[in-house]
């Protein structure tokens, strides 16, 4: 299985939220220049996010960035489905159907790998994901001095 860009940049942003302390101010530019990552991906991950009810945004003074109490506890693996979908891994129909479709074994077994994947996903939370090793190098991360 390979996620897509937009999920791996969705997750990351999301692991990055759930170490902020305490009144730490986190806009989505701060973000995206922590992470290295361009603003419009950003922009548009935590739109996504937000959608999701995982990410929280406050606009004006004293406003950013915050994981939500749900974003939090949020298994991994449904996070992973609703940004990239439950399309299967392949598909035999199209502009020429696959000519094996009637007896083809290879379908089924990468639809089941693909269910093993999400099951592997399932039980971690975002939490999780984002405590130790992983909290301490997530709070290092700062954006460039201007």
Request: charged fraction near 25%; proline fraction near 7%; glycine fraction near 8%.
């Amino acid at each position: 299985m390979r996620l897509t860009k937009f999920t791996d940049l969705a997750l990351r942003v999301t692991m990055r939220l759930a170490v902020v302390a305490g009144g730490e101010p986190l806009t989505t530019r701060g973000v995206a220049e922590a992470m290295r990552i361009p603003y419009t991906h950003t922009a548009k991950a935590i739109t996504r996010l937000q959608h999701l009810g995982v990410v929280e945004t406050r606009r004006g003074r004293g406003g950013g960035l915050a994981l939500t109490a749900f974003g939090r506890t949020a298994s991994v693996g449904w996070l992973v489905r609703e940004l990239e979908g439950e399309e299967e891994v392949v598909t035999c129909e199209g502009e020429v159907p696959c000519p094996l479709r009637a007896a083809c074994r290879l379908r089924g077994a990468l639809r089941e790998a693909q269910r093993a994947f999400y099951a592997a996903l399932d039980p971690l939370t975002v939490a999780e994901l984002a405590a130790s090793p992983a909290a301490p190098v997530l709070l290092s991360l700062r954006p460039s001095p201007p």
